[in-house]
T-cell receptor
Framework: GDSVTQMEGPVTLSEEAFLTINCTYTATGYPSLFWYVQYPGEGLQLLLK?????DKGSNKGFEATYRKETTSFHLEKGSVQVSDSAVYFC??????????FGKGTRLHILP | EPEVTQTPSHQVTQMGQEVILRCVPI?????FYWYRQILGQKVEFLVS????????KSEIFDDQFSVERPDGSNFTLKIRSTKLEDSAMYFCASSGSIRRNTEAFFGQGTRLTVV
């Protein structure tokens, strides 16, 4: 079945460090790919998305590129801030109406 | 900005009791969902709802669960007889379309603790 695998957390970085959170997927169809973020005490918010191969989604300095050949959608940010501390979820949406999530990666940014 | 709202934010209930989790989706959305997240685990799909009926449900969504849209604004998840393993964060979501590139908007969640 369809699934998403993302790197285990927690990930702890110093402020201004470079961030990569790996995400790979398995899908029977042609999915759209998403990164959702959950800040402490809040719900899930869409961070960025990409709907076809080689698309790059970007928002708030975060980027992810849809790589069909490697079935990946890694999240990157060049210089993280303390306010980026949150849980990040990679997700896919193939067809119909169900979104499939990865387990989430908790990110801690130290000042 | 429109948002999905959920109440209560935290509910504690005794095992065997019925609970109703409430959600107000975004007003012009047509597709509604419940997801749950057991502590430290992935966000799991429970059920989707469209046109006043369930359109898809997971194996988790057994006979003790039900959903309802009792009026034009609310969308509820009922758990008839709660078990300890129902303790989780429950997220409601809504979207305007089921097309694969459509964003789903999530509420802040209801943390259910079964004791």
């Amino acid at each position: 079945g369809d699934s998403v695998t993302q790197m285990e957390g927690p990930v702890t970085l110093s402020e201004e460090a470079f961030l990569t959170i790996n995400c790979t997927y398995t899908a029977t169809g042609y999915p759209s790919l998403f990164w959702y973020v959950q800040y402490p005490g809040e719900g899930l918010q869409l961070l960025l998305k990409a709907t076809k191969a080689d698309d790059k989604g970007s928002n708030k300095g975060f980027e992810a590129t849809y790589r069909k050949e490697t079935t990946s959608f890694h999240l990157e940010k060049g210089s993280v801030q303390v306010s980026d501390s949150a849980v990040y979820f990679c997700a896919l949406h193939v067809e119909g109406d169900k979104i499939i999530f990865g387990k989430g990666t908790r990110l801690h940014i130290l000042p | 900005e429109p948002e999905v709202t959920q109440t209560p934010s935290h509910q504690v209930t005794q095992m065997g009791q019925e609970v109703i989790l409430r959600c107000v989706p975004i007003s012009n959305h047509l597709y509604f969902y419940w997801y749950r997240q057991i502590l430290g685990q992935k966000v799991e799909f429970l059920v989707s709802f469209y046109n006043n009926e369930i359109s898809e449900k997971s194996e988790i969504f057994d006979d003790q669960f039900s959903v309802e849209r009792p009026d034009g604004s609310n969308f509820t998840l009922k758990i008839r007889s709660t078990k300890l393993e129902d303790s989780a964060m429950y997220f409601c979501a809504s979207s305007g379309s089921i097309r694969r590139n459509t964003e789903a908007f999530f509420g802040q969640g209801t943390r259910l603790t079964v004791v």
